[in-house]
């Protein structure tokens, strides 16, 4: 399994598994997303087929938002969502940012787990945060280096480059809104 940058081609994949993750489809955001912050959009491969992604931007100038994690259901419970957290902590901390943060459904344990594992803390809920009524937890956690050295190791692995910026570079700037 590689992660890599998302490239246009991935986009119709990106989205059927979009779809089947989410109630609240909107390819729109995923376009904008794309155009205007490319770094934070990462694709997970298995055997050429696209398994899963992430997608995270700049909220302000210490925090990283998670905005969007998915992995393909036959896929699931292999790991794939915890190295796709983990890459993009890892853009995140290449780019000088200090916090991630992320919302999560309140009834969604199952990535709740998978970020507690990682290190998030639940901070506050968000009342009726979503579409439906549903109410949101707010994680946060600190990227610091130790938290990403149990990283999977990629330094064999051609993709690392892709998804690790080694040099330290200015922060990626992206709008609030999205
Ligand atoms: C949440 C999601 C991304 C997790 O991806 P994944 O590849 O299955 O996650 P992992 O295999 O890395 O598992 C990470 C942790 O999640 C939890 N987890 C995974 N599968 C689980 C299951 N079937 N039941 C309960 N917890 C589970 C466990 O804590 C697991 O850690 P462990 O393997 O050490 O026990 C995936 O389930 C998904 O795409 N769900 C639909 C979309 C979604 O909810 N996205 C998050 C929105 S905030």
């Known amino acids: 399994m590689i992660i890599r940058r998302f490239v246009p081609d991935d986009f119709e994949d990106i989205l059927s598994i979009e779809q089947e993750a989410f109630s609240d489809h909107n390819p729109l955001v995923y376009i904008n997303f794309y155009e205007m ?13 696209i398994v899963g992604f992430v997608v995270g931007y700049q909220l302000n100038e210490n925090e990283g ?34 916090y991630a943060s992320l ?22 809920i968000e009342k009726k945060y979503y579409f439906d009524g549903e109410d949101g937890i707010i994680m946060k956690m600190r990227i610091s280096p130790q938290c990403l050295l149990n990283v999977f190791d990629t330094s064999n ?4 480059k892709q998804v690790t910026l080694t040099k330290r ?10």
């Open 37 to 49: 912050n490319m770094n934070g959009f990462l694709v997970a491969i298995d055997d050429n087929e």
């Open 65 to 98: 938002r998670i905005f969007s994690l998915a992995v393909k259901d036959e896929y699931q419970s292999r790991g794939i969502g915890t190295k796709l957290i983990y890459a993009i902590l890892k853009v995140f901390y290449g780019n000088l940012i200090q």
């Open 169 to 178: 570079e200015p922060a990626f700037k992206i709008p609030d809104s999205i």
């Open 103 to 124: 919302e999560v459904r309140i009834s969604n344990t199952r990535a709740q787990k998978l970020y507690n594992k990682v290190g998030f803390v639940s901070c506050w």
């Open 157 to 160: 692995n051609p993709s690392q």
